[in-house]
């Protein structure tokens, strides 16, 4: 998933831990944050400010500051 922007790739791996996102740089692929938005993810959205990742799980809605990888939102 990309930012409105196309400045940021949000991605997850099948070797990490299963809450484990990734926020990169999409210009080169560079890890800039890691977010663990913990387990049974959803869907996930990158908001157009880009510290804003906003998930869904089977329990509701989140939303999380990817600076500081911080739930702000449960």
């Keep these: 998933h990309t930012d409105p ?8 791996r099948r070797n990490r831990p299963p809450g484990e996102t990734e926020l990169r740089e999409a210009a080169t692929g560079r890890v800039a944050a890691v977010v663990d938005v913990g387990p049974g993810l959803d869907f996930l959205a990158l908001a157009a400010d880009g510290r804003t ?4 799980h089977q ?3 989140r939303a999380w500051d ?4 911080r ?4």
């Design 66 to 69: 990817v600076p500081t990888g």
């Design 5 to 12: 922007a196309g400045r940021w790739l949000v991605t997850r």
């Design 71 to 74: 739930e702000v939102l449960h």
């Design 53 to 56: 990742l906003v998930t869904t």
């Design 59 to 61: 329990d509701g809605l």
